[in-house]
Nanobody, 130 residues
């Protein structure tokens, strides 16, 4: 059974940091692309950052470039999202998702595509106060 379990959400003041974790199981981790998506109240779900586990290539939404860093620990089958310089507009439920395509050398919009994800976690809430 495929499982993606997010953790690490919480409440921070603007300018603070959080690290989210996504623990994966039930599939061949290094053949997948793992992504972080978020959904703010009243808004559509959007891509944040994705990583192709096979070659380590990373992709970021313009809104988080320079502030967020995605990484993976392949031995632990875990993907992390380090979020620094948090802003109130980062407040959202953050979801981890997996795509069975090992992307390489392509664009953010091709990789971090909601419709391309095969599996989803249940999400973790991040709240940033001003």
């Amino acid at each position: 059974e495929v499982q993606l379990v997010e953790s690490g959400g919480g409440l921070r003041q603007a300018g603070g940091s959080l690290r989210l974790s996504c623990a994966a199981s039930g599939f061949t981790f290094d053949r997948y692309t793992i992504g972080w998506f978020r959904q703010a109240p009243g808004k559509e779900r959007e891509g944040v950052s994705c990583i192709s586990i096979s070659d380590g290539s990373t992709y970021y939404a313009d809104s988080v470039k320079g502030r967020f860093t995605i990484s993976s620990d392949n031995a632990k089958k875990t993907v992390y999202l380090q979020m620094n310089s948090l802003k109130p507009e980062d407040t959202a439920v953050y979801y981890c998702a997996a795509d069975d395509t090992p992307y390489s050398g392509t664009t953010y919009y091709r990789v971090c595509n909601l419709n391309g994800m095969d599996y989803w976690g249940k999400g973790t809430l991040v709240t940033v106060s001003s």
